[in-house]
């Protein structure tokens, strides 16, 4: 079985910054450069949205309008593991934030569905 074990999350005042990131973990061995991956997250009460996204060799990413300019999505395949350098952090950052990954390698997808493997999720805590 493909896990994705997402780390890095912490609490942090407004303005600070935090870098996720996710890796490859399990028995079943997959080719982490045959898949994009994204990031998401969700607020408590609120449903789980897109943040940002990458494609397979870091060629392409998209970010939600919410966090454009303030985080970075990046990827090391040696490493079997992508990142999200969140800077500028507010209060409505705060949340669990998922990593996951499709095969549609070249895919820069908002959609949940598009998405195989899923990490546990990290909390993120911006405090004002």
């Known amino acids: 079985q493909v896990q994705l074990v997402a780390s890095g999350g912490g609490l942090v005042q407004a303005g600070g910054s935090l870098k996720l990131s996710c890796a490859v973990s399990?028995?079943?061995?997959?080719?982490?450069?045959?898949?994009?991956v994204g990031w998401f997250r969700q607020a408590p009460g609120k449903e789980r949205e897109f943040v940002a996204a990458?494609?397979?060799?870091?060629?392409?990413?998209s970010y939600a309008d919410s966090v454009k300019g303030r985080f970075t999505i990046s990827r090391d395949n040696s490493k079997n593991t992508a990142y999200l350098q969140m800077n500028n952090l507010k209060p409505e950052d705060t949340a669990v934030y998922y990593c996951a990954a499709t095969a549609r390698r070249d895919l820069l997808s908002y959609t949940l569905h598009e998405y195989v493997y899923w990490g546990q999720g990290t909390q993120v805590t911006v405090s004002s």
């Open positions: 399990g028995r079943t061995f997959i080719i982490f450069s045959n898949y994009a």
């Open positions: 990458i494609t397979w060799n870091g060629g392409s990413t």
